[in-house]
């Protein structure tokens, strides 16, 4: 089965670090153009970063430019996103996708509140 799973999510204060996990199953990640996506409540989806299959990667929100990081660890299929310095506004739904084609996990949710 084809799928991308979440983890790592959770509730933390102003100032804290996370880091979400995306496992993919039924294809190689390596392969593709994958991204981070967050979904904040009551807003649209806003893609955070990307990274190419060759490696390369696009930042595409500048408020999360020297707090977020992606990589990827091939052996293990899984793509990765480290959040440092978080702030109230960075509260939303995580999700990985898969450009093209598209796909998406079922998100995990980070809260960050004092």
């Known amino acids: 089965e084809v799928q991308l799973v979440e983890s790592g999510g959770g509730m933390v204060q102003p100032g804290g670090s996370l880091r979400l996990s995306c496992a993919a199953s039924g294809f190689i990640l390596s392969a593709y153009d994958m991204s981070w996506v967050r979904q904040a409540p009551g807003k649209g989806p806003e893609w955070v970063l990307g990274i190419k299959f060759g490696g390369g990667v696009t930042y595409y929100a500048d408020s999360v430019k020297g707090r977020f990081t992606i990589s990827r660890d091939n052996a293990k299929n899984t793509l990765y996103l480290q959040i440092d310095s978080l702030k109230s506004e960075d509260t939303a739904l995580y999700y990985c996708?898969?450009?093209?084609?598209?796909?998406r996990g079922q998100g995990t949710q980070v809260t960050v509140s004092s």
């Open positions: 996708a898969r450009e093209r084609p598209y796909m």
